[in-house]
Structures are given as C-alpha cells and as structure tokens.
C-alpha cells in the first residue's frame, strides 16, 4: 500500500465544516463551510506547497543566515530557503506527526510530534495541535513544551490561506495594525517599522485589495483579539482568521496564483532569534500555547 503525500488523512465534522488533517507537519488539508472554501486546501495526493496549512515550529518567518546567539552561544540553522540565504519557518513542517486522542469525538482531532535536538537548536520540544469545530468555526490550539533540561527560545506561527472561492484582487479585505515591517526585496530581510494609517495597507476601513502585493509583518494589532476578514462583494460571504498573536503576516499568495490570502498569526518577527524582539523563551518544563480560530 502506498503512502499519501500528505501521510494520514483525519477528517472532522461540525456546525457546517468540515476539515482534513494530515500527519505530515500535523497541518490541516482544507477547511470548508456548507460545502464552499473557507481555507485554501490541495489535493490528497499532493504535498503541500506555499506553505498551505503548515504550522511553524520552533520559529514563524525567516532567521538571515540562519545565524543567531543564545545566552552566550552561537547557532548555525540549516539554510532552508537557500536563494535568499535563510533559515525558514521552523522545523517542523515535514515530519510525521501522531494521533494524540482517541478519536471518539467527531469535532476533534489532536496531534502530537516530539521535537529533538539538532545542528542550531539543541533543544527538545514535545508539541501538540489540537482541532476543534463547531458552530464557530475551526479552533486551533499549538502548545509547545520545553522538556529538555536548558531554556529554549520560542516562537510560533502557521500558513493558512483565507478563501471565499475567487481571486483575492476581487475581495474585500479588513483588518487593523498600527505599523508594517519593511523588508529588503532580495533576502526579505527585516528594515524596519512604519506606520499603516495611510500606507497602501491601510484597510481598517475594509477595501478591495486589487492587485496590491503584500508579503509583510504587521504589529500594533490591539493588544487583544484581531481578526481579517476576507469577503466577496457580490455575495458576501466571508472568510474570517481570529487569534491574539502581536504579530501577523500577510501574503498575497503570488505563489498561488492569488487564488487566496494567507493570514499567519505570530508570536514573534521574523529574526526575533538574533534581535529577542518578542522572543519567548521557555524554561525547562513550561508550556506556551497559541489559539487561533477560522469560521465562515
């Protein structure tokens, strides 16, 4: 018997949705709501590709040069993005995740992975995804805790693609931050922080998007819950991601064809391993946990 791309398909049912999830990066294969696209799926003899519904573990975003010091001493990350010379979007993305419930619960599916130590991150992590629909959508707990004996930095994020089933240049996008982090064209390096209001990615008021590229960090997101939503102005159906991270990354899914938006929450920006800017740091036997819910 041949083996999926994606590893092992667990499907989930509730209010309206329904999701696969997968055990290769334990992401999540689509999500729908009366049968339309709230997140971006592929099929189930692909792999993923542009990162859709992967979770980014030990770290969101991008590390230059892979190089970075942790009290006192310094790493070395493989360069997983090697045209631009970085270490990208964590560890954790291809390797097999495992069941972690018993299964009895049609609205849940929980998944663990055990992260060890190894070249540039000498630590071990035991993670946990656990997946919970209802009548609100899709909820997404990312727990990490630190079970080596070292304190171990931290950070999180995830790479799901927001749809409503057309373009994304034709949808009404709204969400608030209060500044945008600049990066460098060729290495997607880190320059700076602006501010939003009356930037091109002002869209507090809600807009069309157009042909607008956006592949940025936002922050200042309100000290609390934000969401973005996305919507089809002709129908009005939306698509909406909720979390309380102090940081999101936005991407227009050039990658994709614009087909969708990719709306990644995140605990830290991206070089927060060689800046400590957000950076959590977990002690051995502390946990740090991460919600985000998607609903339609």
Request: hydrophobic residues 35%.
């Amino acid at each position: 018997m041949s083996v999926l791309p994606s590893g092992e398909q667990w499907s989930v049912q509730a209010g309206g949705y329904a999701a696969t999830v997968v055990s290769v990066g334990g992401g999540v294969r689509g999500l729908t709501y009366d049968g339309r696209p709230v997140l971006l799926g592929y099929g189930e003899d692909e792999p993923a590709h542009a990162g859709i519904g992967q979770h980014l573990f030990p770290w969101p975003n991008r590390i230059s040069d892979g190089k970075y010091t942790f009290q006192g001493v310094d790493q070395q990350l493989a360069l997983t993005e090697p045209t631009r010379q970085n270490a990208i979007h964590g560890l954790t993305r291809w390797a097999n995740w495992e069941r972690a419930d018993d299964g009895t619960d049609p609205a849940v599916v929980e998944v663990g992975h055990r992260l060890h130590g190894q070249p540039g991150y000498p630590h071990q992590l035991d993670l946990r995804l656990t997946y919970r629909l209802g009548d609100d959508g899709l909820t997404v707990d990312a727990t990490a805790t630190n079970v080596g004996a070292s304190d171990t930095p931290y950070g999180y994020g995830t790479h799901p693609y927001l749809s409503v089933g057309r373009r994304i240049d034709e949808c009404v996008l709204e969400f608030s931050a209060a500044e945008w982090l600049e990066v460098s064209p060729e290495r997607m390096t880190p320059i700076g922080l602006t501010p939003v209001a009356g930037s091109p990615f002002d869209f507090a008021a809600g807009r069309v998007l157009g042909e607008l590229d956006i592949d940025n960090a936002f922050t200042g997101l309100g000290g609390g819950s934000w969401s973005v939503t996305l919507t089809d102005p002709d129908t009005g159906a939306n698509a909406v991601l909720t979390s309380d991270t102090p940081w999101l990354q936005l991407y227009t899914g050039a990658a994709i064809g614009r087909t969708a938006l990719a709306v990644e929450p995140m605990t830290c920006p991206p070089n927060a391993f060689i800046t400590g800017q957000d950076l959590i740091v977990l002690k051995p036997g502390e946990s740090h946990t991460t919600t985000l819910r998607v609903s339609a």
